[in-house]
């Protein structure tokens, strides 16, 4: 059972959102260079023309490289579905958790390192030896972050998650929540390609990690490894803004305006997260690939430790 | 008021878990400049609910002698004592950190269940900010024996002392004024001399790691 309004604000309010995500944390940096940087907009307009243009793929080349794009797109699509951006439309979706939403993304991930390798580029096969490394020693993480949140719910459904927080009061000033949350913007930070784990900036360079898979793909195929990969991007900040800073349970009206307003509202936090992002990103430097590991550990056991508190020692 | 301590006592564990997991030396100064704000946060909250009930200003004083003298003084000689030494990042340890991490996460198990047998201490339920502040006097420890050089360990002795402090703040509601007093003087003497040690340290070996001094064996 599936509910089709839910399925369809989910799809347009993604899909439209994920690009501006990567325009407000250009954006923040730029400003906090004293430059003026590229247009907020900018990655819709590279989109658009990406997908007019054609593809070129080389001869030495299987199916899988053709293939890559559409399962890395559709698989952060899928999962992006499994995290509802607004409570006010019961999404009625029993079919998967959180935990499904992990390995849809670790499938598309899986993908993107077959498509690095299988150019036979000594630049994607660096790529993808890297991002293998890094993917293994986020999921933990990731699995406990998720796990805690969700025995303090009762459930591993984000819906019932954030049904749950709603009745939370000030979620940020408890231990649990507040370790939880920090441990989870480090995650978000490692997946999507951040500074101090990888530098999306940088093309051609030996320390690059995501960008080096796609450097071989152009057209319409590298489009939607992008918007792909913003999606990804979206659906963590979404877990990050609806999970800890729950707004629901402040409209009070129903039908089509609570909508609205509730996914203006979310609208607002996915902006004040791009926001801390970035100044993250501005305030440290990229690691070297092998200090990666500190930073893994560290995001273990901010989550443990919230399990600790909460479980443990009850609070 | 609860749930301002433990959030607090949280977040000066959470300190001294980004402290084990750094390698350069600012950041090590830096984490224990923060970890000290949070500190003299606990004691200004907790001394200003005592100066309004009971009418008693000692932990205010304190609160002020710690932003002196641990927020501002101790991190100034350090950054002194950095600038006059060769290395500025660690990179030889005993371990590698992410096991320094997970054994410290360890510790707070440890210190959960050496804690939750004192029964004059919990009454009816754990009082996890001991629990907290207990660990963290264990990850100095840990901290100072990780690490082979001699700023580390300065630092791992200051987080030593902040653990004492917070645990002693959070299970008596305030130490005596003339022991708080004490304890600060002897760690201020502590911190000077190992400044001078370290300085001649390494105007003798040309370096700080501690290894070199068993040449000094005859």
Redesign the interface.
Same mark, same amino acid.
């Given at each position: 059972m599936v509910n089709v309004e839910y399925l369809i604000v989910q799809i347009i309010v993604v899909i439209m959102a994920a690009p501006l995500v990567n325009g407000i944390i250009k954006k923040t940096k730029a400003l906090s260079q004293k430059r003026k940087g590229a247009p907020v907009l900018q990655l819709y307009y590279d989109l658009f023309k990406l997908f007019k243009k054609s593809t070129v793929v080389s001869d030495t080349t299987s199916w899988i490289f053709k293939a890559a794009p559409y399962i890395v797109f559709t698989a952060s699509l899928v999962a992006s579905l499994l995290v509802p951006v607004t409570t006010m439309i019961d999404s009625v979706w029993y079919a998967g958790d959180l935990i499904l939403m992990v390995y849809l993304f670790a499938l598309g991930r899986f993908f993107m390192m077959l498509a690095g390798l299988d150019a036979a580029s000594t630049f994607g096969g660096m790529g993808s030896s890297r991002e293998a490394m890094i993917s293994s020693l986020i999921e933990p993480s990731i699995l406990v972050t998720l796990m805690t949140v969700g025995l303090t719910a009762k459930s591993t459904s984000s819906y019932q998650i954030m049904e749950f927080m709603k009745g939370v009061d000030a979620p940020l +000033?408890?231990?649990v929540y507040?370790?939880t949350f920090?441990a989870l913007l480090i995650i978000t930070i490692a997946e999507t390609a951040r500074i101090p784990v990888d530098d999306p900036s940088t093309h051609l360079e030996l320390t690059m990690v995501h960008e080096a898979m796609l450097l071989e793909y152009s057209g319409r195929s590298l489009a939607l490894m992008e918007l792909g990969a913003s999606i990804k991007q979206l659906t963590f900040i979404t877990l990050l803004a609806n999970i800890f800073i729950p707004h629901d349970q402040f409209i009070f009206i129903s039908g089509a305006g609570a909508v609205l307003i509730s996914i203006l509202i979310y609208l607002i936090k996915v902006i004040f997260v791009s926001i801390l992002i970035a100044v993250a990103e501005v305030s440290t430097v990229k690691l070297r690939l092998f200090?990666i *590991?500190?930073?893994?550990? @560290?995001a273990f +056991? @901010?989550s443990?430790?919230g399990f600790?508190?909460h479980f443990? =020692?009850?609070? | 008021m609860e /749930? /301002?301590f433990?959030?607090l006592s949280?977040?000066v @564990? =959470?300190s001294s /878990? &980004?402290l084990v997991?750094n390698?350069k030396i600012t950041a090590y100064i830096k984490t224990f400049q923060i970890q000290s704000a949070l500190i003299a946060l606990i004691a200004g909250i907790m001394g200003w609910s005592i100066a309004v009930n009971e009418d008693k200003y000692d932990i205010l004083i304190i609160c002020v002698i710690i932003i002196a003298l641990k927020v501002i003084f101790i991190p100034h000689l350090l950054y002194k004592t950095y600038g006059n030494i060769e290395y500025r990042v660690e990179k030889d340890f005993f371990m590698? +950190? *992410?096991i320094i991490? @997970?054994i410290?996460?360890g510790l707070? &198990?440890f210190s959960?269940f050496s804690v939750s047998n004192i029964g004059s201490l919990t009454g009816f339920? +754990?009082n996890?900010q001991v629990?907290n502040s207990l660990s963290v006097v264990l990850i100095g420890f840990f901290f100072m024996i990780s690490r082979k050089k001699a700023i580390g360990q300065i630092i791992g002795y200051l987080v030593i002392e902040n653990g004492i402090f917070v645990t002693a703040m959070f299970s008596t509601n305030g130490m005596p004024f003339i022991v708080d007093i004490g304890i600060f003087i002897d760690m201020i003497t502590a911190v000077m001399i190992m400044g001078i040690m370290v300085t001649r340290i390494n105007k003798k070996f040309e370096s700080i790691n501690i290894d070199k001094l068993s040449k000094l064996k005859g």
């Open positions: +000033i408890r231990p507040l370790l920090i200090s *590991p500190n930073l893994a550990a @560290l +056991i @901010l443990f430790i600790m508190q443990v =020692l009850g609070r | /749930f /301002f433990d959030l949280v977040l @564990l =959470l /878990f &980004v997991s390698k590698n +950190i *992410p991490v @997970l410290c996460c707070v &198990v959960y339920h +754990i996890h629990v």
